[in-house]
């Protein structure tokens, strides 16, 4: 039953990728609040989709790959599999029309102890909160690009949305007039 289950969600996130023509925006590992632990994630913001995966490592690799990589104050290199590097989806991916992003300002991250943090709330169609994720990411600047990369990659779903939705409507009336 268990390896049935593992086999269906394999499948489902590979068609998740496979024949769409998905464009990365923007990536870069962050560190996920998650139960009260600190989690490195690698995240990905795709043009209708924000990813959190996790980096898995050969054993050879000591050094955390987060720690490398937030040395750099430019979006690092995407790790890759010939470096001993595979990706691993660990959270639901968020459609970008579903997805809220809140900044924690400084005063609330000293009175949390979250330094570079904001919030990011994943919402039903019917506006109900799904989840909540507390991200981290190594200074100022990394935080004010991954808010803005966000809720521009939304702003841009949103429009594309709206578009469709009015274009679909214009063929409906265009269909009924003839």
Do not use: C
Not at 20 to 30: D, F, Q
Not at 50 to 55: C, G, H, S, V
Not at 72 to 81: E, F, G, N, S
Not at 146 to 174: F, G, P, V, Y
Request: no cysteine.
């Amino acid at each position: 039953m268990k390896n049935s289950i593992l086999e269906k969600t394999r499948k489902s996130l590979s068609s998740l990728f496979s024949g769409t023509k998905r464009a990365l925006i923007y990536e870069g590992p962050l560190i996920l609040t998650d139960s009260g632990k600190n989690i490195d994630i690698y995240a990905f913001i795709f043009d209708d989709m924000f990813l959190m995966t996790k980096i898995k490592k050969d054993a050879k690799k000591k050094a955390s790959h987060f720690e490398r990589l937030s040395a750099q104050t430019h979006t690092p290199p995407v790790p890759r599999r010939r470096d001993g590097m595979m990706f691993h989806v660990y959270k639901q991916p968020i459609p970008l029309d579903r997805l809220d992003v809140v900044e924690v300002n400084s005063r609330q991250a000293q009175a949390s102890g979250m330094k570079y943090a904001f919030v990011m709330m994943h919402t039903s169609r019917y506006q109900q909160i799904l989840s909540v994720y507390t991200v981290m990411t190594p200074n100022e600047h990394s935080k004010q690009t991954w808010i803005k990369e966000l809720n521009k990659a939304r702003k841009t779903r949103l429009d594309q949305m709206r578009e469709s939705h009015h274009e679909e409507r214009r063929t409906k009336d265009r269909k009924k007039t003839l």
